[in-house]
């Protein structure tokens, strides 16, 4: 733990603030309010958006008439799991003895934005007549079924026009140390609840029966084995993966009628909807089945290739710590699948990701004031 004496730095302080407020998705606890504060205290135009359940917000400095370079995120975090299991409590953030920042949120995603808060306080500071705006999309609502936030701000957004040329989502992007990965586009998620009816029957007459586990198995086998596309040059093969099965009454002697497969496709841009879709059904038909499919597109795939908001973020990652960054697609999904749809450049960039979701979440502390650098060298290169 922190000793009193030691003085934290300002993203550290505003860090420990927002992870001392325990904002269980879709619960903000009063994080955006603290970030709203700060600022308007700096003249950011500030526009809550309470949706349904959830909080967001969108706010903005700066002219019209230039480049918009927009900073997104969630105040949200998952639950912590068993309060014993943890080796500080959750919502302490504390620093330890190794100089990790402990808590539920600092490496997702509250690290994150009190870097941007800081950086973008000092950028405005020395740059208070910069080219065109910094704005901020802020939800409560990442972590749950994102129905109601990032998604929908888009939505509002989108109505008015809004122009949104480059986001930097603060997502724990980094594999090892901080900035070594970027992600510059996230693959798609389709998944699909296929639903196999047989006939139910007893396990000693099956003639009399038709078992779907067994018409179903060589369809299933076929689709785990099928070729779906090679990928390119930012995206790996679309995969296939079934998740879950269930058949069955329970009774050992009764062939069920009926079969539930959950699978997910997560496709690279070589691939469309419609285009996995047709090619399942062409295989559970070829299979003869009697089948019912309920469809549900999470996100579609999208793709930030080089260019200015790349070799900004790039740039400015080399000049603060040296090192060069990989840009990667890998990982699940992000808010930056709704930002994308606008035409807009997007990049995840954020500290190590090597904790996320699990009990005793933590960072390293000084990787946070490194961030908090780089972010703002990445508004000086684009906005100065």
Excluded at 297 to 306: A, D, I, Q
Aim: hydrophobic residues 40%.
């Amino acid at each position: 733990m922190t000793a009193p004496s030691t003085p934290l730095t300002p993203t550290l302080e505003l860090a420990c603030d927002l992870i001392r407020r325990p904002s269980v998705t879709p619960v903000d606890e009063g994080c955006q309010e603290l970030m709203m504060r700060r600022l308007a205290a700096i003249g950011f135009a500030l526009e809550p958006m309470r949706i349904e359940d959830v909080d967001n917000f969108w706010a903005s400095h700066g002219q019209d008439d230039g480049p918009v370079l927009c900073f997104a995120g969630h105040t949200d975090v998952v639950p912590t799991g068993p309060l014993q299991a943890w080796q500080h409590q959750p919502f302490d953030a504390l620093i330890d003895a190794d100089g990790m920042l402990c808590g539920r949120g600092a490496a997702d995603m509250k690290g994150s934005l009190a870097s941007m808060i800081i950086a973008v306080e000092r950028f405005v500071a020395e740059y208070p007549l910069h080219k065109g705006r910094i704005a901020f999309l802020i939800t409560s609502d990442e972590e749950g079924p994102a129905h109601h936030g990032t998604k929908a701000v888009v939505e509002r957004l989108r109505a008015r026009n809004e122009r949104l040329d480059w986001c930097i989502v603060g997502e724990p992007s980094s594999t090892t140390l901080v900035g070594d990965v970027v992600k510059n586009g996230r693959r798609g998620s389709l998944g699909a609840t296929l639903t196999v009816r047989g006939k139910q029957g007893h396990v000693a007459y099956p003639h009399l029966a038709k078992n779907p586990i067994h018409l179903a198995a060589p369809a299933l086998a076929e689709l785990a084995a099928e070729h779906w596309d090679a990928g390119n040059a930012f995206f790996p093969p679309t995969s296939f993966q079934v998740s879950n099965l269930n058949a069955g009454t329970g009774a050992t002697n009764v062939i069920p009628g009926e079969l539930k497969a959950v699978f997910n496709f997560r496709f690279s841009t070589e691939s469309t909807v419609e285009g996995l879709q047709q090619r399942v059904n062409a295989i559970l038909d070829k299979h003869g089945l009697d089948y019912h499919i309920d469809w549900a597109l999470s996100g579609l795939p999208f793709l930030t290739e080089p260019g200015a908001l790349l070799d900004a973020v790039a740039a400015s990652i080399r000049s603060v710590t040296g090192r060069e960054t990989t840009p990667s697609t890998s990982g699940g999904t992000s808010d930056g699948r709704f930002i994308a749809t606008l035409g807009t450049q997007v990049v995840e960039l954020g500290p190590v990701n090597a904790t996320i979701h699990q009990i005793d979440e933590r960072v390293l502390a000084s990787d946070l004031d490194v961030l908090t650098e780089i972010y703002y060298q990445t508004l000086v290169k684009l906005l100065a």
